[in-house]
């Protein structure tokens, strides 16, 4: 058994708290709880945090690596807790411990599950296999090498994107802002439902037009089978695939499951105030939480819910009741490359490209969050000026007038 930090051992009998999961949730836990009157303790199987929802932005190149990760260890440490760099194999929940894949066994007082999601193959063959899950850096970085050689390719250079949801349109984007205007690939959207965005009357045609006849779009298709080089459709066409990029939905960790949290690996049941049903001891936030009221899988939903699941978790050691976690509803915003942007709030679409400017202005100030030494009011004006530099802001603005409202039919 590997020991625990010297650091660690020498701060006395306060109460042990364990996150597991060090990306939004997990990370805005680890932030609200006291250094003082807890041990905090936070694992991840990897060492970098990574701001997801700019991801695709790596296909255009538009964003680095490093400008979408943040190190772990170093945030951690500036905020008196510790970091541990290990995937969690097995909860044992009567003996309040966990225990790695490295057989390390860390035992806690109060248990924060934050452990977010990952992609659902839906029990398709060949995707496990054969697809590209577009939900790490790392992913992406696989998808970008792959994208680079299809495009030097004489011919085949045939890429299915499956899935016309956020994630699927926001791939699509940065792949037509960087091989659109050369026609270097041959582009193909898979999507079951009928229409793009359905319930929005109008957008799926704003979206076509965007797209320029520069990709074939499936609609009210599924995909039935993924091979290395091709795709299969329920219509029993087979679409010719060198690259398959897989964005049709997410389904929990298997860690809830395994640990009798959940059911068929079905997000970890939480009352509202973020505490399991089943364990009194265990709370779970951000994507990896089944709230009792439904709520969109957002990295905003995410942090708030950590920074509530801290309070909760510090309230319950000093005997204090819960409060429900009530979310201040924000709208969702869609960079279609650098050809449209579109928010999603309630009943309402609005799409115009200048949206795409505050998907980047959100990205430039959410991502100091993840500075170790705080916010800086100059830093933050000087990475928002760079990152507005790497857009056409004259384009955005004059196609603006171009800016449409929908309403949910
Ligand atoms: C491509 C993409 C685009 C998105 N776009 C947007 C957007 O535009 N706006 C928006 O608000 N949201 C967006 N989202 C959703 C958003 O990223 C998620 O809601 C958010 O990441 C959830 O945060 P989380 O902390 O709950 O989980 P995650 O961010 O998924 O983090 C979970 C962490 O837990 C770790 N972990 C899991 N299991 C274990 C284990 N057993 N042991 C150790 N560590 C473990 C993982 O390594 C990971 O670091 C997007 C997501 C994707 C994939």
């Known amino acids: 058994m590997a020991l625990l930090s010297r650091r660690f051992l020498a701060r006395g009998p306060r109460h042990r708290i364990v996150i597991i999961g060090g990306n939004f ?8 709880l006291s250094t003082r009157e807890h041990h905090v303790i936070l694992l991840d199987q990897h060492p970098q945090a990574e701001w997801l929802p700019n991801i695709h932005e790596l296909l255009s190149r538009r964003k680095t690596a490093a400008e979408l990760q943040a190190s772990r260890q170093a945030l951690l440490q500036a905020w008196g807790h510790d970091f541990r760099l290990a995937e969690v194999a097995a909860i044992e929940r009567q003996q309040q411990r966990l225990i790695t894949t490295e057989n390390e066994r860390i035992d806690y007082d109060l248990l924060l599950l934050a452990t977010g999601s990952r992609a659902h193959d839906h029990g398709i063959p060949g995707v496990v296999e054969h697809a590209l899950h577009p ?8 998808i970008n090498n792959a994208l680079t050689r299809l495009a030097a390719l004489p011919s085949g ?21 960087r091989f659109g205007r050369e026609g ?11 229409k793009l965005f359905a319930r929005f009357p109008g957008l799926h045609e704003r979206l076509l037009t965007q797209m320029r006849g520069q990709v074939q779009v499936h609609t009210g298709r599924r995909i039935t089978a993924v091979q290395a080089d091709s795709v299969q459709l329920d219509n029993g066409r087979e679409l010719p695939s060198r690259l398959t990029i897989w964005s049709a939905g997410r389904r929990s960790q298997v860690l809830a499951s395994n640990s009798g949290l959940a059911r068929d690996n079905a997000d970890i049941a939480v009352h509202a105030s973020l505490q399991s049903q089943l364990d009194a001891r265990i709370f779970a936030a951000g994507d990896a939480a089944a709230l009792p009221f439904a709520l969109d899988k957002q990295a905003h939903y995410a942090q708030t819910m950590g920074t509530h699941a801290a309070a909760n978790m510090q309230g319950l050691l000093q005997g204090q009741t819960l409060r429900d976690f009530r979310p201040l509803h924000k709208p969702s915003l869609l ?5 449209d942007g579109i928010m999603f709030f309630e009943r309402q679409a609005v799409a115009s490209p200048a949206l795409i400017a505050l998907k980047e202005g959100i990205y430039q100030y959410g991502i100091q969050g993840w500075q170790p030494r705080g916010r800086g009011l100059l830093r933050l004006a000087g990475q928002l000026q760079r990152g507005m530099s790497e857009l056409d802001l004259w384009k955005l603005l004059l196609n603006s007038r171009d800016s449409t409202v929908f309403v949910q039919g």
């Open 25 to 32: 949730a997990g990370l805005a836990a680890a932030r609200a």
């Open 135 to 142: 939900r790490s850096v790392a992913q992406c970085m696989r």
């Open 157 to 177: 250079r045939d890429v299915v994107i499956v899935g016309g949801g956020l994630e699927g349109l926001e791939m699509l984007g940065e792949i037509l802002q």
């Open 184 to 194: 270097r690939l041959n582009l193909h959207l898979v999507e079951q439902e009928e």
């Open 335 to 339: 960079a279609f490359g650098d050809r």
